[in-house]
């Protein structure tokens, strides 16, 4: 007997790319082998594109991409093809086309695209079969495409797929043939629909703009149950501002707002004339020295402090990335290392006026200066030190993450720069009271501070310098891995920090007689000491209060847009600060 298959069809969305430019329909057809009535990726054997257009003024997109504007559905029709050219066999032929006349049948003036499903050759002998060629039971398979409004079913509106055989025969997909129906769901827009609120409070709908238009103050609350993606423009245009307002569950990164990096800062109840601090670069293990010869560690990120050392007077400490090696050094005395974090120490022997230390991440390389002795580096985290640069007021040095990079502050005589691991060095920028240096993790990006002087930058390795900021009783200064976030403490004055790589200061903290400043890797966490006093850590902010507390407002001319990425958490992807800065709790 003669083994004919059922022609099935099955259609899904085909992406923007080399066959829709603006996405579309792929039509996939091919004989159901298997008879199991699906039509298996293995038994595609012919494929079409039914492409969206440009979308037009009016209307929804057209399926064929001809006008994009009118709205037509997109038909598709499985009929049998006889023996001949295009099958040698026979098989069937697959018609795709606009409904041009709308009259839900596809006319033959009405097929712009065909494809054919041929039959093989016939086999010896099988058991009794059905017309296959025209579907399981002789039927044509009709598909349906149609226009589907946003709704449920597709956010923002697409076409409904509706298959199966024309039993009664008269070339229509009637609804009681209608045996699978599927969506093809359009993006969302691409351009902005605006909301002007002319006061009070509104909920806002996923990608869509609103202007705050009032006098007095706007509330917009974020979309309650936006998808990845998702995004709101929020515009001031009367003068009573805005403000987003958050669900239970959602924040909003401030990160690279104007006014959305806060620094605050608290008492770690540990007093002491603190001379050093450094810390992990996660921030959980710190560890604080001070002149009497003390030494405080960390492993909770400054919840509690154990004081792990007593000795001669200190003058500054360096630890490695997780934490565990440190080095510290006395004036006069020598340097003290662990590699335990803290828990025991050994000394190298040594007995010079050491004024600093700094390690590379990995704690195997450290650089130590002595004030008018010289420049020393290890590249066996301390067993052992060469002299590299001699007879200098030393007073500041700080490493890059690998070691390689180094810069070093004198009293009085100029920075001195070295861009291979300490072994040569050279002078830089001008005669000043260096007081404090740090260094991004690639060394790209480098900052001084100048005693009674301006907080210095460089973006070369130290090559070239930039005079920033007032002039201050500069003391010490950090950075973030990254350089972006820099903070320096003053003798007498605030500490000030810099999110944007040390153009521009802001004021934080209170007055005080600072001493020194480290962060950690993401520049969120901050320790500072201060002569005498508590130390202090810093916590910058990076996201709104969590759940219906938390809000970010504007002005009159700010504008902010924020798209929804997951996990209750909006970021901002644009924005405009006409009054300088975000109001952000």
């Known amino acids: 007997m003669t083994v004919t298959y059922a022609t099935l069809v099955r259609v899904a969305a085909e992406a923007v790319g080399s066959h829709c430019t603006a996405g579309g329909a792929r039509i996939e057809s091919g004989m159901d082998l298997d008879s199991n009535g699906v039509l298996a990726d293995s038994e595609v054997t012919s494929t079409q594109?039914?492409?969206?257009?440009?979308?037009?003024?009016?209307?929804?997109?057209?399926?064929?991409?001809?006008?994009?504007?009118?709205?037509?559905?997109?038909?598709?029709?499985?009929?049998?093809?006889?023996?001949?050219?295009?099958?040698?066999?026979?098989?069937?032929?697959?018609?795709?086309?606009?409904?041009?006349?709308?009259?839900?049948?596809?006319?033959?003036?009405?097929?712009?695209?065909?494809?054919?499903?041929?039959?093989?050759?016939t086999g010896a002998t099988g058991p009794t079969g059905s017309t296959g060629s025209a579907g399981s039971d002789g039927y044509n398979s009709l598909v349906l495409l149609t226009t589907e409004a946003a709704g449920a079913n597709c956010t923002y509106g697409g076409q409904r797929v509706q298959s199966g055989l024309d039993t009664n025969r008269n070339g229509v997909l009637d609804s009681g043939e209608v045996t699978t129906t599927t969506y093809l769901c359009s993006a969302a827009p691409a351009d902005t629909q605006w909301v002007n609120v002319t006061g009070g409070s509104v909920q806002a709908a996923s990608n869509t703009g609103y202007l705050a238009n009032a006098s007095t103050l706007v509330t917009i609350t974020l979309p309650a149950s936006p998808a990845i993606g998702d995004w709101i423009k929020i515009t001031g245009v009367g003068t009573g501002g805005w403000t987003v307002a958050q669900n239970a569950g959602q924040r909003i990164s401030t990160r690279g707002l104007p006014g959305g990096m806060a620094l605050t800062w608290a008492s770690e109840s540990l007093p002491g004339s603190w001379s050093g601090v450094a810390m992990s670069s996660d921030a959980t293990r710190q560890v604080a020295v001070s002149s009497a010869g003390n030494v405080y560690v960390?492993?909770?990120?400054?919840?509690?402090?154990?004081?792990?050392?007593?000795?001669?007077?200190?003058?500054?400490?360096?630890?490695?990335?997780?934490?565990?090696?440190?080095?510290?050094?006395?004036?006069?005395?020598?340097?003290?290392?662990?590699?335990?974090?803290?828990?025991?120490w050994v000394d190298d022997g040594s007995a010079r006026a050491w004024a600093a230390i700094a390690s590379s991440a990995?704690?195997?390389?450290?650089?130590?200066?002595?004030?008018?002795?010289?420049?020393?580096?290890?590249?066996?985290?301390?067993?052992?030190?060469?002299?590299?640069?001699?007879?200098?007021?030393?007073?500041?040095?700080?490493?890059?993450?690998?070691?390689?990079?180094?810069?070093?502050?004198?009293?009085?005589?100029?920075?001195?720069?070295?861009?291979?691991?300490?072994?040569?060095?050279?002078?830089?920028?001008?005669?000043?009271?260096?007081?404090?240096?740090?260094?991004?993790?690639?060394?790209?990006?480098?900052?001084?501070?100048?005693?009674?002087?301006?907080?210095?930058?460089?973006?070369?390795?130290?090559?070239?310098?930039?005079?920033?900021?007032?002039?201050?009783?500069?003391?010490?200064?950090?950075?973030?891995?990254?350089?972006?976030?820099?903070?320096?403490?003053?003798?007498?004055?605030?500490?000030?920090?810099?999110?944007?790589?040390?153009?521009?200061?802001?004021?934080?903290?209170?007055?005080?007689?600072?001493?020194?400043?480290?962060?950690?890797?993401d520049g969120l966490t901050l320790l500072a000491g201060k002569v005498n006093v508590d130390l202090y850590g810093g916590v910058r902010r990076s996201y709104t209060t969590l759940g219906v507390t938390g809000y970010i407002s504007g002005g009159q001319d700010d504008a902010l847009q924020l798209q929804y990425v997951g996990g209750g958490t909006f970021i901002p992807i644009s924005y405009v600060s006409a009054n300088l800065t975000f109001t952000v709790n």
């Open 362 to 521: 990995d704690g195997t390389r450290l650089v130590a200066a002595a004030y008018l002795d010289g420049i020393y580096t290890s590249s066996d985290s301390g067993a052992s030190w060469t002299l590299r640069e001699s007879s200098r007021p030393f007073r500041a040095v700080s490493s890059s993450s690998d070691g390689r990079v180094l810069v070093a502050g004198t009293n009085g005589d100029q920075l001195y720069v070295s861009t291979d691991y300490g072994v040569t060095w050279t002078a830089r920028a001008t005669n000043e009271y260096w007081w404090g240096v740090t260094s991004s993790a690639d060394g790209t990006r480098l900052y001084a501070s100048v005693d009674t002087g301006y907080i210095w930058t460089s973006t070369d390795y130290g090559t070239t310098w930039e005079r920033q900021d007032s002039t201050r009783n500069w003391r010490g200064i950090t950075t973030s891995q990254d350089g972006r976030y820099v903070v320096a403490v003053t003798d007498g004055s605030l500490i000030y920090q810099s999110t944007d790589f040390g153009s521009s200061w802001q004021p934080t903290a209170d007055a005080g007689a600072w001493t020194t400043v480290a962060s950690s890797s």
């Open 298 to 344: 960390s492993t909770d990120s400054g919840g509690s402090w154990i004081l792990r050392k007593t000795g001669p007077a200190l003058s500054a400490v360096a630890s490695s990335s997780d934490g565990l090696k440190l080095a510290a050094c006395s004036n006069g005395g020598p340097i003290y290392l662990s590699t335990d974090g803290g828990v025991n």
């Open 49 to 121: 594109y039914v492409c969206n257009g440009t979308q037009g003024s009016t209307g929804s997109t057209g399926a064929d991409g001809s006008s994009g504007s009118n709205g037509l559905s997109t038909l598709v029709r499985v009929q049998a093809e006889a023996v001949g050219s295009n099958c040698a066999q026979g098989g069937s032929a697959v018609l795709a086309g606009l409904d041009t006349n709308a009259n839900g049948v596809l006319d033959n003036s009405e097929v712009t695209s065909t494809s054919y499903v041929c039959s093989g050759a």
